[in-house]
T-cell receptor
Framework: DTGVSQNPRHKITKRGQNVTFRCDPI?????LYWYRQTLGQGPEFLTY????????KSRLLSDRFSAERPKGSFSTLEIQRTEQGDSAMYLC??????????????FGPGTRLTVT | AQSVTQLGSHVSVSEGALVLLRCNYS??????LFWYVQYPNQGLQLLLK??????LVKGINGFEAEFKKSETSFHLTKPSAHMSDAAEYFC????????????FGTGTRLLVSP
């Protein structure tokens, strides 16, 4: 168990550019979550996958945001046409859902996005 | 809908003093409650959780919390603060069934002075 990993750890981009982040969950975890955390705030839910199916999306996830989890393993979060308001820490978490586990969410170290 | 309120954005204690971080929740269904700690530029680490078993929950690093339904509270305590406890602490709530989206409070920064 190597924990949840996220890449890159930091990303600086210019307004209008596209960015993509990657999350590798704990290997046996079937659930994967994305959260966004702005300065001085708690994390806010963005979206959730069970295996490869994206089951819920927050209204915070505008049409410029897209997330995928092909084959139910790693996940990517893409932001198109970035805006300065997208600057935040993007956190990924995974959990083992269902009868086999208690569903605790384990968080990765996050990707800090700065849009200039 | 569920929500969490953390009273006090900053709490300062001396090393060796009692730590008390306050969390009140609102939930229309029986909740699960969590405390997470976040060190600078890092992700969140689970300290402890309440999942409808014992109301007094013990976690890592000497922290504990008590679920009080009558007060809708889940305050975090530690008898004796250590310098290494200085961090941001988040209380979170989720439903006890089905999909478990965490709803976080705004956090409390714990400052520990020598």
């Amino acid at each position: 168990d190597t924990g949840v990993s996220q890449n890159p750890r930091h990303k600086i981009t210019k307004r209008g550019q596209n960015v993509t982040f990657r999350c590798d969950p704990i290997s046996e975890h079937n659930r994967l979550y994305w959260y966004r955390q702005t300065l001085g705030q708690g994390p806010e839910f963005l979206t959730y996958f069970q295996n490869e199916a994206q089951l819920e999306k927050s209204r915070l996830l505008s049409d410029r945001f897209s997330a995928e989890r092909p084959k139910g393993s790693f996940s990517t979060l893409e932001i198109q046409r970035t805006e300065q308001g997208d600057s935040a820490m993007y956190l990924c978490a995974s959990s083992l859902g269902g009868a086999g586990g208690q569903g605790e969410q384990y968080f990765g170290p996050g990707t800090r996005l700065t849009v200039t | 809908a569920q929500s969490v309120t953390q009273l006090g954005s900053h709490v300062s204690v001396s090393e060796g003093a009692l730590v008390l971080l306050r969390c009140n929740y609102s939930s229309s269904v029986p909740p699960y409650l969590f405390w997470y700690v976040q060190y600078p530029n890092q992700g969140l680490q689970l300290l402890l959780k309440y999942t409808s078993a014992a109301t007094l929950v013990k976690g890592i690093n000497g922290f504990e919390a008590e679920f009080k339904k009558s007060e809708t509270s889940f305050h975090l305590t530690k008898p004796s603060a250590h310098m290494s406890d200085a961090a941001e602490y988040f209380c979170a709530v989720t439903k006890n069934t089905g999909f478990q989206k965490l709803v976080f409070g705004t956090g409390t920064r714990l400052l520990v002075s020598p």
